[in-house]
């Protein structure tokens, strides 16, 4: 389980960002951060990553407090990040990288499978190098499937996975996210905007203006979800912007 307890967190400039967001994350279950465009969501994430660090608060995974460890400690440790823009590698392949992710080497078979999740043929892309040839959607694919190889993760965390995405590449993605909450006991979470993504989670936390709105179960939260997040994202009448 990932827990997050009070976490607040500012840009350098001192504009607020999140203030004392509580969250658990349970294993086993899908969780997805939704809320309004600049409300908090991809910074929370970089935070449960460890690309930036909080102002106040703890992280807390498996009953360890892991708020002071960097990016690397914290994969190694288990926790997973796919990228809202993914990051291109000069001379790294395809295979490479997901050899990385798992850590071992992988047959053919299985770098298939990981490909194929996301929509890819393994055959046409094990060998291409992870660098700028690559499309944006080819390379958010490959991320995931890079971060869907870490078979020793406890929490694995996507933002906007489906960005740059086309309509049967992300039909399959969802199979794959739907397979995991059933064969593998992880904290999955999922930072997005997509019904279909909010239509599979278990838990789904609303965050509006760097608090938590509401969380609850998605039973609870989906039939009132878009009514709620309209009256939050036009309160007077004016839109935010993306990107925080």
Known sequence: MLELKNISWSLSGGEKILENVSLEIPSGKLTVITGPNGSGKTSLAKLIAGLEQPDSGRIILDGEDVTDWDMTKRSLSGIGY????????????????????????????????????????????????????????????????????KKDAKVLVFDEPEAGIDLWSFSS???AFEKLKITENKSLLIISHQERILEISDYIAVIADGHVRTVGEK??????????????????????????
């Open 82 to 149: 796919a990228f809202q823009q993914p990051v291109r590698f000069k001379g790294l392949t395809v295979r490479d990288l997901l050899e990385l992710a798992a850590r071992r080497s992988l047959e053919e078979t299985e770098l298939c499978d990981y490909l194929g999740k996301v929509g890819l043929c393994a055959r046409e892309y094990i060998d291409r190098v992870v660098d700028a040839s690559l499309s944006g959607g080819e390379a958010k694919r490959i991320e995931i499937a890079s971060v869907l190889a």
């Open 173 to 175: 993605l969802i199979d």
């Open 219 to 244: 039973s609870e939260i989906l039939p009132t979800l878009f009514s709620e997040e309209k009256a939050v994202r036009c309160p007077l009448g004016k839109n935010t912007e993306e990107g925080i």
